[in-house]
């Protein structure tokens, strides 16, 4: 099967249904009745990649290499320019992988539409530094995601079965490339073995792409004709649990950006105070545009942000530094999940 056939048929998948939601209801704030601010003063600034931006929202990898992926691509790049927010396209190898003008073309508009905003170029970890070189001149990107998505390429029949050598090539990448990388999950999240190992190969991010929201298992399995158990269509480390496995070990190592079922701002506020430094959306910017058009995504973005503005303040703080040091009290699976892996979910409520 082609790589644009593909792409169209993933983007049929992730639109025949609503966004998923991850699950952050084991994480509570603690209200904070006399803050001493003024709501006006709180900003949601956040620094990351060498840069300091006005939110910590960001667009994450949704398509590219098609007409469709043209369209939507457009929009996107438009949402974001006006938002001010970055904007991470799909994986370029269909473009790399052809010559096709109008492949390249879908990846580039971005970039012609938003010439001053910032866009983040796309491989998987099968790219070699010649490669990645060529995705990031493609769109004169700012930053690099290098997606992990082995669950997704078994479930594929004509998907990679051999992943040697990945952390070397990642190594080798971030050491040649002249902006920063981002290793990335695609919904099935990362462990603090596996992020301790990236936090020190030289990479700028890891963002955690959590299970909970867009399934790639679920649509493969779909695409595929329904060949994959139930039980194994779950597999995945939830975002919430995720994050507080990468925060225990890369926290201050590395940028921390939360993704995966992210688009309900409590959940949102709860990930930049558990220590991400961005919030990364793809299924829901996706799914409200596809259903509501442009402006309604613009909307939505502004609202999450105001909402999180609110969140921050009744939490006790101006902003979202202060943010990671309120007190956080984690309860349930999260906590017994944490104590059973070697961390003290503790440490989160005691903090002043």
Same mark, same amino acid.
């Given at each position: 099967?082609?790589?644009?056939?593909?792409? *169209?048929?993933?983007?049929?998948?992730?639109?025949?249904?609503?966004?998923?939601?991850?699950?952050?209801?084991?994480?509570?704030?603690?209200?904070?009745?006399?803050? =001493?601010?003024?709501?006006?003063?709180?900003?949601?600034?956040?620094?990351?990649?060498?840069?300091?931006?006005?939110?910590?929202?960001?667009? *994450?990898?949704?398509?590219?290499?098609?007409?469709?992926?043209?369209?939507?691509?457009?929009?996107?790049?438009?949402?974001?320019?006006?938002?001010?927010?970055?904007?991470?396209?799909?994986?370029?190898?269909?473009?790399?992988?052809?010559?096709?003008?109008?492949?390249?073309?879908?990846?580039?508009?971005?970039?012609?539409?938003?010439?001053?905003?910032?866009?983040?170029?796309?491989?998987?970890?099968?790219?070699?530094?010649?490669?990645?070189?060529?995705?990031?001149?493609?769109?004169?990107?700012?930053?690099?995601?290098?997606?992990?998505?082995?669950?997704?390429?078994?479930?594929?029949?004509?998907?990679?079965?051999?992943?040697?050598?990945?952390? =070397?090539?990642?190594?080798?990448?971030?050491?040649?490339?002249?902006?920063?990388?981002?290793?990335?999950?695609?919904?099935?999240?990362?462990?603090?073995?596996?992020?301790?190992?990236?936090?020190?190969?030289?990479?700028?991010?890891?963002?955690?792409?959590?299970?909970?929201?867009?399934?790639?298992?679920?649509?493969?399995?779909?695409? &595929?004709?329904?060949?994959?158990?139930?039980?194994?269509?779950?597999?995945?480390?939830?975002?919430?649990?995720?994050?507080?496995?990468?925060?225990?070990?890369?926290?201050?190592?590395?940028?921390?950006?939360?993704?995966?079922?992210?688009? *309900?701002?409590?959940?949102?506020?709860?990930?930049?105070?558990?220590?991400?430094?961005?919030?990364?959306?793809?299924?829901?910017?996706?799914?409200?545009?596809?259903?509501?058009?442009? =402006?309604?995504?613009?909307?939505?973005?502004?609202?999450?942000?105001?909402?999180?503005?609110?969140?921050?303040?009744?939490?006790?703080?101006?902003?979202? *530094?202060?943010?990671?040091?309120?007190?956080?009290?984690?309860?349930?699976?999260?906590?017994?999940?944490?104590?059973?892996?070697?961390?003290?979910?503790?440490?989160? &409520?005691?903090?002043?």
């Amino acid at each position: 099967m082609s790589r644009p056939y593909r792409k *169209n048929e993933h983007l049929a998948g992730v639109l025949r249904g609503k966004p998923g939601r991850t699950d952050f209801s084991d994480i509570a704030f603690v209200h904070n009745c006399l803050p =001493d601010l003024d709501f006006d003063l709180v900003n949601l600034e956040s620094s990351y990649l060498g840069r300091t931006h006005r939110s910590p929202l960001f667009i *994450n990898a949704i398509t590219g290499g098609t007409g469709l992926a043209t369209r939507i691509n457009v929009l996107l790049a438009l949402v974001a320019k006006e938002c001010g927010i970055p904007l991470a396209i799909g994986s370029q190898m269909v473009a790399l992988a052809s010559s096709s003008v109008s492949a390249r073309r879908s990846f580039a508009i971005t970039r012609k539409l938003n010439p001053q905003g910032e866009i983040w170029a796309n491989l998987g970890s099968y790219a070699s530094p010649v490669m990645a070189a060529e995705a990031v001149k493609m769109i004169k990107a700012d930053a690099l995601q290098i997606h992990l998505n082995l669950p997704q390429e078994l479930a594929m029949p004509e998907g990679e079965r051999s992943f040697s050598g990945m952390t =070397d090539r990642i190594k080798a990448i971030a050491a040649a490339s002249p902006v920063p990388v981002i290793a990335k999950e695609v919904g099935f999240g990362i462990a603090a073995e596996q992020a301790a190992a990236l936090a020190v190969s030289g990479i700028g991010a890891i963002d955690i792409g959590g299970r909970g929201g867009t399934n790639f298992l679920s649509v493969e399995n779909r695409r &595929s004709g329904g060949t994959l158990s139930p039980g194994t269509i779950t597999w995945g480390i939830p975002t919430v649990i995720s994050l507080l496995e990468v925060n225990a070990v890369a926290g201050g190592k590395t940028n921390i950006f939360a993704s995966g079922g992210m688009h *309900n701002p409590l959940d949102l506020a709860k990930a930049l105070a558990i220590g991400a430094d961005a919030i990364g959306m793809a299924g829901f910017p996706l799914y409200i545009l596809h259903r509501y058009g442009r =402006d309604a995504l613009v909307r939505a973005i502004k609202a999450i942000e105001h909402e999180l503005r609110m969140i921050t303040f009744m939490a006790g703080a101006s902003n979202l *530094n202060e943010l990671r040091k309120v007190p956080l009290v984690i309860t349930g699976y999260s906590a017994q999940w944490l104590q059973r892996r070697g961390f003290n979910p503790d440490q989160y &409520s005691q903090r002043k």
